[in-house]
């Protein structure tokens, strides 16, 4: 079965700086690879989106992933973090022959200091 | 607005009381699913289903019961809930097979806290 790492539980970087978040994943073939962001008190909301193609997608809010399959990697980047990126962040796997199942990494709480 | 709404948002409840935590999604969506979230442990998918009248057990779906009668609503039943049973519930949905679309429409989450 597919599975997810998200190594750090929590992130402190500040205002203006630059973030990467790390996702490994375990799967045998390529899997389809998603990051979703939950502010609190809200449900999740999805960031972006890797099926095949350019390993380097782009999301919103300024956001995008790398997709390494020789690391089995999918990083989020963000050059510049604003106070309002405050939240948490899920990377999440699904496989074609694990049906409508997305797997999700454990999390990784981002703090902003001003 | 294209929305996915649970309730009750906050719940206390005491062992053994029956509880139902409706989801409705105004978005045609056929598929549907309830996750719990625990800290530590992201997201585990309860039950799902792909239209109505057809479900599917998630990876933890234990201590829960679902029905899909209408395409719109898609509940979660705790028979007899337990402590174990205290987490955040999500609900879900989504026009099409998640890797087509990679888009799960989330409700904002119910909290449910058992004694």
């Known amino acids: 079965a597919q599975s997810v790492t998200q190594p750090d539980i929590h992130i402190t970087v500040s205002e203006g700086a630059s973030l990467e978040l790390r996702c490994n994943y375990s799967?045998?073939?390529?899997?389809?690879l998603f990051w979703y962001v939950q502010s609190p008190g809200q449900g999740l909301q999805l960031l972006l989106k890797?099926?095949?193609?350019?390993?380097l997608v782009q999301g919103i809010k300024g956001f995008e992933a790398e997709f390494k399959r020789s690391q089995s990697s999918f990083n989020l980047r963000k050059p510049s973090v604003h106070w309002s990126d405050a939240a948490e962040y899920f990377c999440?796997?699904?496989?074609?022959?694990?049906?409508?199942?997305?797997?999700f990494g454990a999390g990784t709480i981002l703090r902003v200091k001003s | 607005e294209a929305q996915v709404t649970q309730n009750p948002r906050y719940l206390i409840t005491v062992t053994g009381k029956k509880l139902t935590v409706t989801c409705s999604q105004n978005?045609?969506?056929?598929?549907m699913s309830w996750y719990r979230q625990d800290p530590g442990l992201g997201l585990r998918q309860i039950y799902y289903?792909?239209?109505?009248?057809?479900?599917d057990k998630g990876d933890v779906p234990e201590g829960y019961k679902v029905s899909r009668k209408e395409k719109r609503n898609f509940p979660l039943i705790l028979e007899s809930p337990s402590p174990n049973q205290t987490s955040l519930y999500f609900c879900?949905?989504?026009?099409?097979?998640?890797?087509?679309?990679?888009?799960?429409?989330f409700g904002e989450g119910s909290r449910l806290t058992v004694l």
């Open positions: 879900a949905s989504s026009s099409a097979l998640v890797w087509n679309t990679g888009e799960l429409f």
């Open positions: 890797y099926f095949s193609g350019d390993t």
């Open positions: 978005m045609n969506h056929e598929y």
């Open positions: 799967y045998g073939a390529t899997p389809y």
């Open positions: 999440a796997v699904g496989a074609l022959e694990y049906g409508n199942k997305l797997v």
């Open positions: 289903s792909m239209n109505v009248e057809v479900t």
